[in-house]
């Protein structure tokens, strides 16, 4: 084989596997992400970063409130106020069956099954949404209805199996009509959370709706001025997009949780590059 024969193979390698990756993202966002691929066609260039280069960390995202990375004594100081035996279980397991049985507010009462979490236990990337719905709630694990066959798209579009991240809720337990939270039930919840990050230590958390974002980081602020930003919660970049199941009823915002799932993918390469071999 010549070297322009060899060149051709190349060429054609690389057209089919951008030929499968426009599929791929046809198939997950529709044409909203990527045009239907057309004779001739070509695929659209990545959007441009907004916004002045200054206040920008890795990955092009802005850093609001970064903290240093390393072991988290943020989140062992906030166990340290709690005086429970949960806070010094092993392991996650353990933690899940110190803490099912919890009654500390009203939502005990109510739910059909608690709902710890599910994933990776030494997970890089920890999903937070802000509360079960009625099919976690029937069936015990977070993220399983439409909402989570999407979020599984969503994964896979930036090459995450379900199973290589960490996925829970701030709450456990399903509010009464999937209403929004209330800050006694957070208060309540919020500290088996901490204890689930302390035992997987992720580096990044990819928080789900405005919710679940403003829950996290103590803001009252709109999707707007929080996508495309990096935060920090107790020592953990944050990286804040829509929920799926708003996706589901507003096919338009799609493309921008696309833009933010790939900030967070290229932010994780660059932290594994960054790693010593």
Known sequence: MDSADVKRTGSDSLKEELRRYAQQQDSLFGDIIVPRMQSGAQVAPALPSHGDSSDRGEAGARVEGTKPQGENSILLERLMLVNEPWVDAPSLDTLNQMICSCQKCPLGRTRTKFV????????????????????????????????????????????????????????????????????????????????????????????????AANTLLNRKARMGELRGAVHDYNGIKVVVTYHPAALLRNPQWKRPTWEDVQMLRRMYDETRSSQPA
């Open 116 to 211: 710890f979490g599910v994933g990776n236990p030494n997970a890089d990337i920890v999903v937070i949404g802000e509360a079960p719905g009625a099919d976690e709630d029937a069936k015990g694990e977070p993220f399983v209805g439409a909402a989570g066959q999407l979020l599984n798209k969503i994964l896979s579009a930036i090459n995450f199996r379900r199973e290589d991240v960490y996925i829970c809720n701030i709450l456990k337990c399903r509010p009464p009509g999937n209403r929004t939270p209330e800050r006694s039930e957070v208060e309540q919840c919020e500290p088996y959370l901490l204890r689930q990050l302390d035992l997987i230590k992720p580096k990044f958390i990819l928080a789900l709706g405005l919710t």
